[in-house]
């Protein structure tokens, strides 16, 4: 009968009571993947703990597809470091090094300048009109680690929707389907 007959047995054969129970499961795995993310928010300090590296602009250092693992603590941003931050008005945030931190004296607060270590000129361009320098509300963490290329799942399902479709369905069908 091949494989999406037994499919379509396994599928009419289920029991509500099985149903529910996957249904139980299913929604088990998501709460704890959500418990998992919300711990490690409050563990690292960052609203984002774990980003991808999207684009070229910090090769040699940090490859596309590349993760970084954030940690934001209180204390000041320093120069060299890499950090992650959000523009106001644009969704996806960047990955780039502090290359210019001015630290105000009095209040301890900073002003960050940042630059891609692939990048001819520093992000002024990147910024919001008429921003000059980055702030602590935008900086989103700094990285503390990474893992090379892992990141290439997230940017092939964003840049190609129908594989994600495809596997959602698949794991779908997968939870309905078993016996267990």
């Known amino acids: 009968m091949g494989w999406i007959g037994e499919t379509v047995d396994s599928i009419k054969s289920i029991k509500i009571r099985q149903l529910l129970t996957q249904a139980v499961t299913l929604g088990m795995i998501v709460t704890s993947a959500l418990i998992i993310w919300k711990a490690l928010m409050c563990v690292t300090g960052t609203e984002s703990p774990v980003v991808v ?37 644009r969704d996806i945030p960047i990955v780039h090094r502090a290359i210019e ?22 992000d002024i361009g990147l910024y919001a009109d008429g921003q000059m320098w980055l702030h602590r509300h935008h900086i989103m963490g700094r990285a503390v680690g990474f893992l090379p290329y892992v990141g290439w799942v997230t940017i092939i399902m964003t840049e190609k ?20």
């Open 101 to 122: 931190v001015h630290e105000r004296k009095t209040t301890g607060e900073v002003d960050v300048l940042t630059k891609g270590d692939n990048n001819d000129v520093d």
């Open 53 to 89: 590296v999207l684009s070229g602009s910090m090769e040699p250092g940090f490859q596309r597809g590349d993760i970084l693992f954030l940690r934001m603590t209180k204390e000041p941003i320093r120069t060299g470091e890499i950090v992650v931050f959000n523009i106001d008005g």
């Open 161 to 180: 929707p129908i594989i994600k479709y495809i596997l959602i369905g698949a794991l779908g069908l997968l939870v309905i389907t078993s016996k267990d």
